[in-house]
């Protein structure tokens, strides 16, 4: 099967720039979310959605940035403009609710951005 | 206060030997569950092992185990018989509660094993 498809695999970009992330989760799974990993914050939760909904996106920085997820398969995050301290591995994960609290997040392998 | 703490940076272990990674946690829910996390330097996160608060028995992957001690809110990582495949970051991660899916992780332990 399949995991978690994340790209690009490695984005470089200007400064002022927009980036976009693209995320096609498990298929079967109905919840979907972003991370954002660096050697200073660690693994920061940025936004999550069930059921293609955003439920929480407490964990989004700013206005910069937003996600969307127009159907099951499918999710953005765009940061517009980007700003050198966006660099960082961004991953995307998908999990399926009815396993309850045992339910797991499976990531995908990551997009690393590099703002200049 | 942390709700995950993983106190160790870093670790070195003998291949062939047993390690233990530690993991304290801090939630007054009773109803949650513990992950580990293992991030090789290719930077990929992988499942390891699932701990429930409910579990009546510590939970068991191949050579994984977790030490779950309820009473002092640790769910420490056993990998036995350590590999130079082992070599990786570990991230210990909780969810709280019911109905909500938000997984707190720590700050992880970078485990080198040596030849």
């Known amino acids: 099967d399949a995991g978690v498809i994340q790209s690009p695999r490695h984005e470089v970009t200007e400064m002022g720039q927009e980036v976009t992330l693209r995320c096609k989760p498990i298929?079967?799974?109905?919840?979907l979310f972003w991370y954002r990993q660096t050697m200073m914050r660690g693994l920061e939760l940025l936004i999550y959605?069930?059921?293609?909904?955003?439920?929480?996106d407490s964990g989004m920085p700013e206005d910069r940035f937003s996600a969307k997820m127009p159907n099951a398969s499918f999710s953005t995050l765009k940061i517009q403009p980007s700003e050198p301290r966006d660099s960082a591995v961004y991953f995307c994960?998908?999990?399926?609710?009815?396993?309850?609290?045992?339910?797991?997040?499976?990531f995908g392998p990551g997009t690393r951005l590099l703002v200049l | 206060a942390q709700k995950i703490t993983q106190t160790q940076p870093g670790m070195f272990v003998q291949e062939k030997e047993a390690v233990t990674l530690d993991c304290t946690y801090d939630?007054?829910?009773?109803?949650?569950?513990l992950f580990w996390y293992k991030q090789p330097s290719s930077g990929e996160m992988i499942f390891l092992i699932y701990?429930?608060?409910?579990?009546?028995q510590n939970a068991t992957e191949g050579r994984y185990s977790l030490n779950f001690q309820k009473a002092r809110k640790s769910a420490n990582l056993v990998i036995s018989a350590s590999q130079l495949g082992d070599s990786a970051m570990y991230f210990c991660?909780?969810?709280?509660?019911?109905?909500?899916?938000?997984?707190?992780f720590g700050t992880g332990t970078k485990l080198q094993v040596i030849p």
């Open positions: 991660a909780m969810r709280e509660g019911e109905g909500y899916q938000k997984v707190t």
């Open positions: 994960a998908s999990s399926r609710t009815e396993t309850g609290m045992k339910e797991t997040q499976y």
């Open positions: 701990q429930g608060s409910y579990d009546q």
């Open positions: 298929s079967g799974h109905n919840s």
């Open positions: 959605f069930n059921n293609n909904v955003p439920i929480d």
């Open positions: 939630t007054s829910d009773p109803s949650y569950g």
